[in-house]
């Protein structure tokens, strides 16, 4: 019997297509954190809300000794769980609940990292969201089949190095392609 061949996204970026009209992902960039048979997980990295770190740890009533950290933004990761945080971080680490996304960077969804980060002991790199993005086993292909993403392989310092506002077309950069220019010719024939 012949293996049937799989795309795994894992550790990719998928770029919104211009003409992504669902207001949750327009001009986003999304980090794929798992892809499998089962479907997808990823975080929105480029849509920083109204919220900082400081603000957050005052709801989860934890003392916040870490300094340089009370102003760190927390983004939209995504519309599933949008009470829930999930932590991207370098490096991995050992935490409570971690999925691994590679050997040098791991996804927390576990309160002991926020404890950790409050203290000033935790990870050197993290991107927190409220949230995730989610796909069923398949869907994620079939959106891809429907033109409305670009996949690129990531690179950890466009999440964690790079302003929020020009992550997206930084990873455009990677394919050779600017956004604005996408944007500008979408719909021409």
């Known amino acids: 019997m012949a293996a049937v061949s799989r795309v795994d996204l894992t550790d990719h970026f998928l770029i919104a297509m211009p003409s992504m009209a669902d207001p949750y992902f327009s001009r ?9 048979e089962q479907g997808a997980l990823g ?3 480029n849509r920083p809300i109204d919220m900082t770190l400081a603000a957050l740890f005052e709801r989860l009533n934890l003392d916040t000794h870490a300094r340089g950290l009370a102003d760190t933004p927390v983004y939209f990761g995504g519309p599933v769980q949008t009470d829930r945080g999930f932590v991207l971080h370098a490096p991995v680490g050992e935490w409570s609940s ?5 050997r040098r960077l791991g996804l ?5 990292i926020l404890e950790a980060v ?33 996949t690129v392989a990531a690179q950890d310092s466009i999440i964690f ?3 929020a506002e020009e992550r997206l077309p ?8 600017s956004y604005a220019t996408l944007a ?3 719909g021409h024939a």
């Open 28 to 36: 986003t960039l999304t980090f794929i954190c798992e892809h499998n």
């Open 170 to 177: 930084t990873a455009m950069e990677l394919l050779g392609v």
């Open 43 to 45: 975080l929105v990295v």
């Open 161 to 163: 190095d790079v302003p």
């Open 108 to 112: 927390t969804t576990s309160r002991d």
């Open 184 to 186: 500008d010719g979408a």
């Open 98 to 102: 971690t999925l691994q996304v590679h």
């Open 118 to 150: 409050a203290r000033g002991a935790g990870p050197g790199r993290m991107l927190l969201t409220l949230g995730y993005s989610g796909w069923a086993a398949g869907q994620l292909e079939h959106e891809l089949a429907q033109n409305a993403w670009l």
